[in-house]
């Protein structure tokens, strides 16, 4: 893997539009990049081997191991992985560490046999628990300890012990149930809490396929995602970047979009940068979702302005959020894994009010496969993405400038946030845009869905 990360380093500067490098001396190294595969995980799969998961089934979930683990790079440094087999007893497969490349891993993977037995899922949990996280190489090292515990049915001795235990050792605890066997109770149980966000269905083995970019996310938010933005009734994962920006702090208050609703004036004497090892110390998740709440007028209604940018040392564009005045597009760019950065542009009629001075909300939904964006809870556009790469976090993360410069731009702004959980998107609305939530404009279901 390493090996790719140096050529990107080179090829990235000949493609993507920079700034004048901030620090020519200074190479970015290659210890600056962040991003899932690169996370400090101690990663144990407890794996379900009893009589009714059969021989093919079997082999289907080491695929999906196989599948998981390769979004990761696998070594001391970055993730270590351990698998349990169990059925009547647990068997360690291979330990913390043992494999060192991802390749190794994927051999080991392949070569495991089925054990057959009887289901004692609390037995292997407590295994693991005191037999395998314990035994990391890794002591002194700040990492996740995280748990996957993959069952197709009902366990035949008791979860609940066992899991809170391993809960009560800071081991995050996942649940993947396969099938229809299963017991909600119980995957609940063995999971943390919110269950929502640490169980997973799959309807029988051949289609857990549908569930790997899941858990591959999730895996990764633990990670990524340490910042929890308070929403309605639950904490959402994610990053509040009016307050990781200090535009709290640095900016003057002025009335938002609605009377209740408070928002700050970015000016161009006002410099909003703040060191991206601060903002996102491990860098971004493979999928999130960016909101804005903006108000544009005269003259960035016709400039082009990064909205939200994150360069690297040398100022190439990690991630950006650019609003192209000339021709009313939005523009995103992101990392890509075995390439130079990608830009998709966002260009519809309908973004044209976003450029006419009143208060208008952008999200941009990013995922593995594509990006879509959003204007005041309309879906407008959705672009093809490459997956994205990890990111230089030993530059600067900014928010209102001009593109390609240090100058900085006037904007209000209301709302600037970044969720890990793409499913965010469907939960976050635009009532706070006033044409959305005023009857006489909108229609009769956002009205009462608003006013709820
Ligand atoms: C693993 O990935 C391969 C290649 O993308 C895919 O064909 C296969 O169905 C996946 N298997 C599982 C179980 O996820
Ligand atoms: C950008 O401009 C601000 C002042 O507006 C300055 O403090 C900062 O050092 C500049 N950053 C770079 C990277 O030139």
Same mark, same amino acid.
């Given at each position: 893997m390493k090996s790719v990360w140096v050529l990107r380093i080179f090829t990235i500067s000949m493609f993507t539009h920079s700034l004048p490098a901030q620090d020519l001396t200074h190479e970015d190294d290659e210890d600056s990049l962040a991003g899932c595969r690169t996370a400090v995980n101690d990663l144990v799969f407890i794996?379900?081997?009893?009589?009714?998961?059969? =021989?093919?089934d079997f082999d289907t979930a080491k695929s999906w191991l196989i599948n998981i683990t390769s979004s990761f790079d696998i070594g001391p440094a970055y993730t270590q992985v351990a698998v349990v087999q169990y059925s009547d007893a647990p068997r360690l497969e291979f330990p913390l560490g043992q494999h060192r490349t991802n390749q190794q891993l994927i051999t080991a993977l392949k070569s495991m046999k089925y054990l057959g037995g009887n289901t004692q899922t609390g037995r292997a949990i407590k295994f693991a628990t005191e037999n395998v996280f314990p035994t990391s190489q890794r002591t002194n090292v700040a990492k996740n300890r995280i748990a *996957?515990?993959?069952?197709?049915?009902?366990?035949?001795?008791?979860? $609940?012990q066992s899991a809170a235990q391993a809960r009560d050792e800071n081991i995050i605890m996942f649940a993947v149930g396969v099938g229809s066997e299963i017991t909600k109770s119980e995957l609940v149980a063995i999971a943390n809490s919110p269950s929502t966000d640490y169980v997973l269905y799959a309807e029988d083995y051949t289609t857990i396929d549908k569930i790997k970019e899941t858990m591959q996310q999730k895996i990764c938010e633990e990670s990524v995602c340490p910042t929890r933005i308070p929403v309605a009734s639950r904490d959402e994962k994610g990053f509040e970047l009016l307050v990781g920006m200090?535009?709290?702090?640095?900016?003057?208050? *002025?009335p938002g979009s609605l009377a209740t609703k408070k928002a700050y004036l970015l000016t161009s004497d006002l410099d909003v940068t703040e060191d991206t090892r601060d903002i996102f110390p491990e860098g971004l998740p493979p999928s999130y979702v960016f909101v804005a709440t903006v108000r544009l007028k005269s003259p960035v209604t016709s400039q082009v302005i990064d909205l939200w940018r994150i360069l690297s &040392?040398?100022?190439?564009?990690?991630?950006? /959020?650019? %609003?192209?005045?000339?021709? &009313?597009?939005?523009i995103f760019t992101a990392t890509q894994i075995y390439a130079d950065s990608q830009v998709v542009k966002f260009q519809d009629e309908r973004l044209k009010v %976003? =450029?006419?001075? =009143?208060?208008?909300? %952008?999200? $941009?939904? /990013?995922?593995?496969?594509?990006?879509?964006l959003f204007l005041d809870d309309v879906v407008i556009q959705t672009q093809p993405l490459e997956e994205s790469g990890p990111i230089f976090i030993n530059g600067k993360t900014?928010?209102?400038?001009?593109?390609?410069?240090?100058?900085?731009?006037? $904007?209000? *702004?209301? &709302?600037?946030? %970044? =969720?890990?959980?793409? +499913?965010?998107?469907?939960? +976050?609305?635009?009532?706070?845009?006033?044409s959305v939530n005023d009857p006489r404009v909108s229609t009769s279901y956002i009205f009462i869905f608003c006013n709820k």
């Open positions: 794996v379900d081997g009893s009589w009714s998961v059969g =021989y093919t *996957i515990v993959v069952t197709d049915g009902k366990s035949q001795d008791d979860v $609940i200090n535009i709290n702090k640095k900016a003057s208050k *002025i &040392k040398r100022g190439e564009v990690q991630a950006a /959020v650019t %609003l192209d005045g000339t021709d &009313k597009s939005v %976003l =450029y006419s001075e =009143y208060w208008h909300q %952008l999200k $941009i939904l /990013v995922r593995n496969k594509n990006a879509v900014q928010v209102a400038k001009e593109e390609k410069s240090n100058n900085s731009v006037t $904007i209000e *702004i209301q &709302k600037l946030r %970044l =969720y890990c959980d793409p +499913e965010q998107s469907e939960r +976050e609305t635009a009532c706070e845009i006033y």
